[in-house]
């Protein structure tokens, strides 16, 4: 072989490498990220450069830690999780909002046999949540309602795998939790919902990604390439429930009679964050400053989210085969 064949090939193979980009996308059981990642959609990708990886996270807050750390270029999460981790000094950026349709994704569940029946019989008792979820500002919202606050139950920071055995040794009275988490253990446990989302405001779902995401050409691209796949994969899943309780339950393990409850429930979508979907976030920093559970507000700003342009359409300016 020639010296200036050996060299053009090597100029290729260096060229080749230096566009090649892996981009690692933070997820959790049961989400739209998830319906993707079984259909193995992004795989085809790699042939144009881009390489997905994955990463499961039992609750929001450790995957934004993680995204802060450099560990993951993305990850949804529940309404609370990204204030919180602002409010910690992440440098983290909204990209997408799901919106959240069913009032039955969260509850606060007791055992079967428990004396709890209302809210206001909350007091004084233990209550299971994950520090910084979603489950964490509805649990405020809910003691809310009965005229209750924080200081008036002992509130138990647990995540999902610690909090279930917690809940079935009677080592905490009641449980916040959400879906597929939630479903699982009323079916195991035969738990009863003390309450959910109904008569409450309901939270979204959000998108976060590093700053470095959005000024790295390679890594914005892939970025775009994901919300168009993930929005494509939220018409496929609403058309198709049965076949995304299949594929969860290949994928997670987790039992066909829990996700033919919690697919159907499940409204499928993604969009581009707006300068509206501030406010609810600036509503949860608020409060959880004011009652001592941020050390800090958090204010946000148009610095706070970049809203891109609609993800299907974006992905024919991309220049992929």
Known sequence: MSRNLIGLLLTVTLASTAQA??????????????????????DAYAKQGITFKWVLFTAGLPLLEAANAGAVDFGSVGNAPGVFALAGG?????VAVTENRSNSTEAIIVPQGSSLRRVADL????????????????????LRSAGLSFKDVTVVPLLPPDARPAFES????????????????VQATRARVLRDHQGLTRGDSYSLVPAGVLSSPDKKRALQVLLAELERTARWANQNQSTVISQF?????????????????SDFNIRPFRTADLKPLS??????????????????????????PSFAAA????GLK
């Not at 992440?90 to 909204?94: E, G, H, T, V």
């Open 21 to 42: 980009t892996t981009f690692t996308i933070g997820y959790q059981k049961g989400g739209l990220p998830n319906i993707l990642k079984a259909r193995g959609t992004l």
């Open 90 to 94: 992440a440098n983290l950026k909204y």
């Open 123 to 142: 007091k004084g008792k233990r209550i299971g949540v994950t520090r910084g979820s979603s489950a964490h500002y509805f649990l405020y919202n809910v």
């Open 170 to 185: 009677g080592t905490i009275d009641a449980w916040a939790i959400w879906d597929p988490y939630l479903t699982t253990a």
């Open 249 to 265: 339950s290949d994928e997670l393990g987790i039992p066909r009679s829990v996700l033919e409850v919690t697919v159907p429930k």
């Open 283 to 308: 509503a949860l920093a608020d409060t959880f400053a004011e009652v001592g559970v941020l050390p800090q507000t958090v204010r946000f700003s148009g610095q706070s989210f970049v809203t891109l």
């Open 315 to 318: 992905l024919g300016t991309l």
